[in-house]
């Protein structure tokens, strides 16, 4: 049981350049989340679903996109990367409701040049 | 809105007992957790309170009183390994599956010898 696991763990872009991040669950949950964290900042939500075929705006969407494809796939696109998107994202997936404990990914790590 | 606060940092000595305050201000709580992140790595789960009162589970603690927005993580007989952030969450109601979690900045122990 690999729990949740992401990829790359590490990634340097320039600006202006795309990518995608891929997060994935074994557990068979039904939600999944992702997050990013910031010095001083805390961890803050992007996007979420809470099912296969599903999505919805966290706390601070802007400038990224998500799709959930398939159960246990989540995917983090940046369409055109940003200085301000240097972070690490975390990804994370509860059983069923919201108020399940979350289990996050190891992590990735995200400099925008 | 939601607000979350914890302290920044705190200091303690190897076998003692400390404690982490989290206060927090939302509208719709409908839980708290607690994380334990070390350094580089993912959130690990700790704790979960919904109802007042203590919860306890080995060497670790957590209270809650509702009424007053309050929260406390009790780590007894502190081990070196203990030295982490320690981040505390409230979970906002948003109406059944759109329930949120809204994590503070994190408290950074260090244990000392």
């Given at each position: ?57 966290g ?23 940003a ?12 059983p ?18 | ?105 994190g ?7």
């Amino acid at each position: 049981n690999a729990g949740v696991t992401q990829t790359p763990k590490f990634r340097v872009l320039k600006t202006g350049q795309s990518m995608t991040l891929l997060c994935a669950q074994d557990m068979n949950h039904e939600y999944m989340y992702w997050y990013r964290q910031d010095p001083g900042m805390g961890l803050r939500l992007i996007h979420y679903s809470v099912g296969e075929g599903t999505t919805a705006k966290g706390e601070v969407p802007d400038g990224y996109n998500v799709s959930r494809l398939k159960k246990q796939n989540f995917l983090l696109g940046l369409e055109s990367a940003a200085p301000s998107q240097t972070s690490v994202y975390f990804c994370a997936s509860s059983p069923q409701r919201g108020t399940d404990t979350q289990y996050f990914g190891p992590g990735t790590r995200l400099t925008v040049l | 809105g939601q607000n979350i606060d914890q302290p920044t940092e705190m200091t303690a000595t190897e076998g003692a007992i400390v404690q982490i305050n989290c206060t927090y201000q939302t509208s719709g709580f409908n839980g708290l957790f607690w994380y334990q992140q070390h350094a580089g790595e993912a959130p690990t789960f700790l704790s979960y309170n919904v109802l007042d009162g203590l919860e306890e589970k080995g060497r670790f603690s957590s209270f809650l009183s509702r009424s007053k927005g309050y929260s406390y993580l009790l780590l007894k007989e502190l081990q070196m390994k203990d030295s982490a952030s320690y981040l505390c969450a409230v979970i906002k109601e948003g109406g059944g599956a759109t329930n949120k979690l809204i994590f503070g900045t994190g408290t950074l122990l260090a244990v000392q010898p």
